[in-house]
């Protein structure tokens, strides 16, 4: 079993910063990949950014040059430095990781709690 612990959300003014972190714990033998989605209210889970084992990483759109995904290995920890924020960022942000929990085995989704992201004006 893995288990997700986020932290790192809040209230912040437009145009302000915050840092979320997701620590990954558990039967891990690997990660593949790890990444941020979020959903805001009324709308689908949309992916905000990922990075993969090797240290490449993709960005949606709407974030690119304001969020910056980083990940500390030894840790099994995945960052984002989210800055400039806007009022549309406002909403659940879940981490995800992709995991094996053995050699040979599949890759497995894990999902963290969520963590609430609000900008306020």
């Known amino acids: 079993q893995v288990q997700l612990v986020e932290s790192g959300g809040g209230l912040v003014q437009a145009g302000g910063s915050l840092r979320l972190s997701c620590a990954a714990s558990?039967?891990?033998?690997?990660?593949?990949?790890m990444g941020w989605y979020r959903q805001a209210p009324g709308k689908q889970r949309e992916l905000v950014a990922r990075?993969?084992?090797?240290?490449?990483?993709n960005y949606a759109d709407f974030v690119k040059g304001r969020f910056t995904i980083s990940r500390d290995n030894a840790a099994n920890t995945v960052y984002l430095q989210m800055n400039s924020l806007k009022l549309d960022d406002t909403a659940v942000y879940y981490c995800?990781?992709?995991?094996?929990?053995?050699?040979?085995?599949?890759?497995?989704?894990?999902w963290g709690q969520g963590t609430q992201v609000t900008v306020s004006s």
């Open positions: 558990g039967s891990i033998f690997s990660i593949d990949a």
């Open positions: 995800n990781v992709n995991a094996r929990v053995s050699s040979g085995s599949y890759v497995y989704y894990y």
């Open positions: 990075i993969i084992s090797g240290g490449s990483t």
